[in-house]
Antibody, heavy 120, light 108 residues
Framework: QVRLQESGPGLVKPSETLSLTCTVS??????????WGWVRQPPERGLEWVGI???????YYSPSLKSRVTMSVDTSKNQFSLKLSSVTAADTAVYYC????????????WGRGTLVTVSS | DIEMTQSPSSLSASVGDRVSITCRAS??????LNWYQQKPGKAPKLLMY???SLQSGVPSRFSGGGSGTDFTLTISSVQPEDFATYYC??????????FGQGTKLVIK
């Protein structure tokens, strides 16, 4: 059974960088059948893709966040990470890490989510 | 970018009712359409993929249909545990694939 677990600070100051890590267990992040990604959900709002990464480092970022997002993968630790720079209150959200099938695009595993609040 | 529009945004139903949720794509996405269920405080859960394929473990009262631009998620007989928010997601375009805005199913 694949499990994804988000970790990182729950409070970030405006203009600083949000950093989250997702640890994958029960499966290898180097499995070429999957992308690994981040989806966020502002309070009382819908789901929004932040970006996805393939184990070889190929990335796709949300156009609206592209200038501020960096994702990376560490296959030795079976982890992938998100950095979102210059955050504002609009970046306050629950951030989910996900596993997305390479071919079909379905998301079959989600982390439990972590709330990140941007506030001074 | 492909836009996904769900209707209605909110839907009230009684236990035992048959309900349908529609998802419309701004351009053809063949059958690259997935549905998720999200309950309050929980991560979304995959219900249907490829428009009409039921994810393992999902009750058979859920069904999906459509292709091209118009898709439907149907619950044949709503159960108490089905009251939740439902999202469609296209996976036709370049990854990762746009979500619809969600449909909240509430108790009448």
């Amino acid at each position: 059974q694949v499990r994804l677990q988000e970790s990182g600070p729950g409070l970030v100051k405006p203009s600083e960088t949000l950093s989250l890590t997702c640890t994958v267990s029960g499966g290898s992040i180097s499995n070429g059948d999957f992308y690994w990604g981040w989806v966020r959900q502002p309070p009382e709002r819908g789901l929004e893709w932040v970006g996805i990464i393939y184990y070889r480092g190929l990335t796709y970022y949300s156009p609206s966040l592209k200038s501020r997002v960096t994702m990376s993968v560490d296959t030795s630790k079976n982890q992938f990470s998100l950095k979102l720079s210059s955050v504002t209150a609009a970046d306050t959200a629950v951030y989910y890490c996900t596993r997305r099938a390479y071919s079909s695009g379905l998301i079959d595993y989600w982390g439990r989510g972590t709330l990140v609040t941007v506030s001074s | 970018d492909i836009e996904m529009t769900q209707s209605p945004s909110s839907l009230s139903a009684s236990v035992g009712d048959r309900v349908s949720i529609t998802c419309r794509a701004s351009q053809s996405i063949s059958s690259y359409l997935n549905w998720y269920q999200q309950k309050p405080g929980k991560a979304p859960k995959l219900l249907m993929y490829a428009a009409s394929s039921l994810q393992s473990g999902v009750p058979s009262r859920f069904s999906g249909g459509g292709s091209g631009t118009d898709f439907t998620l149907t619950i044949s007989s709503v159960q108490p545990e089905d009251f939740a928010t439902y999202y469609c997601q296209e996976s036709y375009s370049a990854p990762p694939g746009t979500f619809g805005q969600g449909t909240k199913l509430v108790i009448k």
